[in-house]
């Protein structure tokens, strides 16, 4: 079975942000990063797919989930069959 793409929509100066960026970082694994200060597009799909422009969300198969704490808890309860960076 093929990992799940994972898309980790932040910005920088959002703290609940930076605490789902420390479990990505120290759990090393493989994220596309949509800044949504930096990138309209990723902010109209954050906003067309779920009605809110709310960061953390992280998209795993292009399902769109919020909530910093349902993340990290995601990521640690899958973070053995997710990929890695090398
Ligand atoms: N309970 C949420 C709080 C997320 C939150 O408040 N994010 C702020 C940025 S720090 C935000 O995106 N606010 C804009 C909005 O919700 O429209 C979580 O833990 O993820």
Same mark, same amino acid.
């Given at each position: 079975? =093929?990992? *799940?793409?994972l898309?980790?929509?932040?910005?920088d100066? !959002? *703290?609940? !942000?930076?605490? @789902?960026? #420390? @479990?990505?970082?120290?759990?090393?694994?493989?994220?596309?990063? +949509?800044? /949504?200060? =930096?990138?309209m597009s990723?902010?109209? #799909?954050?906003?067309?797919?779920?009605? #809110?422009?709310?960061? *953390? !969300?992280?998209? /795993?198969?292009?399902? *769109?989930?919020?909530?910093s704490?349902? /993340?990290?808890?995601?990521?640690?309860?899958? @973070?053995? +069959?997710?990929? +890695?960076?090398?």
């Open positions: 079975m =093929s990992t *799940p793409k898309e980790y929509f932040y910005f100066a !959002c *703290p609940f !942000c930076q605490k @789902v960026l #420390r @479990v990505i970082q120290s759990t090393n694994i493989k994220v596309e990063y +949509k800044d /949504i200060m =930096s990138d990723s902010l109209e #799909r954050l906003v067309n797919d779920t009605g #809110r422009r709310t960061v *953390p !969300c992280l998209y /795993i198969d292009n399902m *769109p989930m919020h909530e704490d349902d /993340i990290i808890h995601w990521i640690e309860e899958n @973070v053995d +069959k997710l990929e +890695k960076n090398s």
